[in-house]
């Protein structure tokens, strides 16, 4: 015999008399009776149709104060559905602004009807969150904006303290870390990083020679976009492109770790996770940014080169023109500009993923946070360093 067969019969037990019997007395006094075995078995059958009944019943009271009285006198038996029945006709009694009462309930059935407390423990009255004030949304945004700046300078100084303690004990590197970080950062990043430079020396290429062939300048354009991409946008790029990528890689995968305990792990086996986690990463970003942007500067260059062709500027007038403007001295002014970013990447991807807080959504928020913090200081850190090359002329 199956199962479905075994309690087949108990659910159709008695269909022509009902466990629960509504029972209307006038129109502001109504009963419900119940009588014998009262289960999930038998109340299958007469749960919604006494709902049914009583919420017409509520409608047409509705503001008169309706009496309902639960009737348990003539029950045999009671279960843990039978008191699931009570307290959804009473939250509904409750609920229109009538009153409710159960009598004739055996004694022994007491003691369980008060665990339950139905209304206040089942259905709690909603809690309205009180609108914050402008000053007061104000105070907690500078609040938090200073707390995270607090974060970030003690993380800054720790984080030099270890990189200078690498480079003192450098056998203690974990530098298989350091490899895996530089070929993720680095080789993988290759494709898209010469993608968007090659477009880019293109756009430039195209948007300066319109505006220079109406001065018959044509030829000031190879120099004019490759000294802008040597010291400006080829950093730049490059770093915006790994702050989208690797940043965020850093900061989830550092996030899972955090939600997962294993960095508290290390705390607790006497591990640095600044030492162990985040150093090999920031020595890779040091690495791999200024290769990336050597490449990013040699591609946008080249794309350059071909576009000023459809202008009728040969290639040994764009390379003897570039070679008149561009000097080494540039060329090392964005090489030092991207390590900077790459030490900000790095930094700022692993810092965010260490801040990780609890739950699914937790690693996704550090992720957009490493995003969005890594960029902010990109163009801060770019901004004090035109301010420096323009005093010191690097």
Known sequence: MSVSQAISPKATANPDSPVAEWILLDSLNAKVALKGKVNVYTLAHTWTQVREQQDAWLLQSKGKNPILTFDASEVTSLDGSGFAFLIDVEEAQKTAGGQFAVTGLDPRYEPLLKEFDPIANLFPAPVVKPKRSFVVSTGMATQNFLDDAAGL?????????????SLRNPAHVRWGDFVNAAVQAGIAAL????????????????????????????????????????????????????????????????????????????????????????????????????????????VSVFSSALTLIIYGVPMVNFYNGMVQVVAIEDVMSGLVKATLFGVVVSAVGCLRGMQTGTGAAAVGISATRAVVSSIVLIVLVDGIFAFISYKTGF
């Open 153 to 165: 300078i003690s993380f800054t100084g720790h984080l030099s303290a270890d990189l200078f303690w």
């Open 191 to 298: 494709p898209i990083v010469g993608l968007v430079a090659f477009l880019i020396g293109v756009i430039l290429s195209f948007q300066s020679a319109i505006g220079m062939q109406q001065f018959g300048a044509i030829s000031f354009v190879g120099p004019l976009v490759s000294l802008g991409i040597f010291r400006e946008l080829g950093p730049l790029i490059t770093a915006i492109l790994l702050a989208g990528r690797s940043s965020a890689a850093f900061a989830a995968e550092i996030g899972t770790m955090t939600v997962n305990n294993e960095v508290d792990a290390l705390v607790t086996g006497g591990l640095s996770p600044i030492r162990f986690l985040i150093v090999p990463r920031v020595l890779a970003g040091i690495l791999v940014t200024p290769i990336l942007t050597l490449f990013a500067d040699i």
